[in-house]
């Protein structure tokens, strides 16, 4: 597991790493970060979370 994967990231932020990113209320609402350098979308609504965590980088093997 990356630094990367145990830190939240807020909404609005820069995307450190491509990957696939959830919410860490833990009811996986999932967002794709295709490109390093794009912001973090708001979260849903309904979502209880506060920000993203990567789940699965897309530099994994």
Not at 23 to 43: N, Q, T
């Amino acid at each position: 597991m990356s630094e990367n994967e145990e830190q939240v990231h807020r909404p609005g932020e820069i995307v450190p790493e491509s990957g696939i990113y959830e919410c860490e209320c833990g009811e996986h609402h999932r967002y794709s970060a295709d490109v390093r350098g794009h912001r973090f979308p708001p979260l849903s609504a309904a979502c209880t979370g506060s920000g993203w965590k990567l789940v699965i980088s897309a530099h994994d093997s």
